[in-house]
């Protein structure tokens, strides 16, 4: 089997990949390589990443090509119709990057409400040139300066309720938060209970949260599902909060609600263009920015190479009940 990379991983997450061929092929029939190397083409498996689109001009010059193990939980990377049409298993990683994004979630909704980040590079940018090792006050202190907001006692409101926004639920209720969410369909009692979380409709929710979390799959559906209407609905003081996928919102929408003071300020983790991003984003002092490092521990990267070899050996092994199937 040949198994093509779209990327470089860590090869400590496919050693039971390459063991597993060692001892059922007596070291033969593995053959490892990226995109553009030698015979690439002949591959049976493609590994892509959910940075790297995979088109139907790549799937087709892919005669032999029977699964891509896509690593990452999105895969809108991935030219679906062109795999049905071949019929092409494709797999994905879901479990791995719930605890790293709910994380980051979190992180970000701390740091842009504390104003973390605005504040360091105050402290870093002082009005007047420093020399190495003098000391200094960079800023003003004061009782009275510096003033940020706590997430204790605020609403957060998580659109699209699913594992990842579970586990950010489970963060936020512990930093005693109240949950409110929004999903296409309403959760069990149980899974309400356990995060206190109250199910309202779209408005209500965008009406009522001091934050906004983004937490759910891209489709076409919810294409800009938060535009220049949304953010008329929300608090002057609320707080957006984006780790799903950048095309959610409206970017431009964005950067007009937070330069005239429609919304307090915005956490980013996606772009709507990515990896481009609009130039005012980057001069907006309330504004949070992260390169699109949701998953990006090295215990997480290492996790999601295990689980998509966990997809390659089901699919050798016809075990298809093991594999996380999106087609």
């Not at 190495?132 to 997430?151: I, K």
Request: proline residues 5%.
């Amino acid at each position: 089997m040949r198994i093509v990379f779209t990327t470089q991983l860590p090869a400590e997450g496919f050693r039971r990949l390459e063991t597993y061929f060692k001892h059922s092929t007596n070291g033969e029939g593995l053959v490892m390589c990226m995109i553009g190397e030698e015979n690439w083409q002949e591959g049976e498996v493609l590994v892509s990443t959910f940075d790297y689109q995979v088109p139907r001009a790549l799937i087709d010059s892919m005669p032999r090509l029977q699964l891509i193990a896509n690593f990452g939980a999105g895969y809108n990377n991935i030219d679906l119709a062109a795999c049905q049409a071949r019929g092409i298993r494709v797999t994905n990683t879901p479990q791995p990057v719930i605890e790293p994004t709910a994380e980051l979630a979190f992180a970000l909704m701390i740091d842009i409400a504390r104003r973390v980040s605005e504040f360091d590079r105050e402290m870093r940018t002082p009005p007047y040139p420093l020399s190495e090792g003098e000391r200094c006050q960079p800023v003003e202190f004061g009782v009275m300066r510096h003033l940020s907001h706590s997430l204790y006692g605020k609403t957060l409101g998580i659109i699209g309720m699913g594992r990842i926004g579970q586990a950010l639920a489970r963060r936020a209720l512990a930093s005693g938060m109240r949950i409110i969410y929004h999903n296409r369909h309403r959760l069990s009692d149980e899974i309400e209970e356990k995060y206190h979380a109250g199910y309202v409709d779209f408005q209500t929710l965008l009406q009522d949260s001091d934050f906004v979390s983004l937490n759910l799959p891209y489709t076409p559906e919810v294409h800009h599902l938060i535009g220049k209407p949304e953010f008329g609905m929300m608090k002057r003081s609320a707080y957006l909060i984006n780790t799903a996928r950048g095309a959610h919102v409206d970017e431009a929408a964005l950067v007009e609600a937070l330069q005239s003071g429609i919304i307090a300020g915005a956490a980013m983790d996606v772009y709507e263009h990515e990896p481009a991003i609009s130039s005012a984003l980057l001069h907006l002092p309330n504004v949070v920015l992260s390169p699109h490092t949701g998953t990006g521990t090295w215990e997480g990267r290492i996790a999601m190479c295990e689980n998509v070899t966990d997809n390659i050996l089901a699919y050798v092994n016809n075990d298809i009940n093991k594999m996380n199937i999106v087609l």
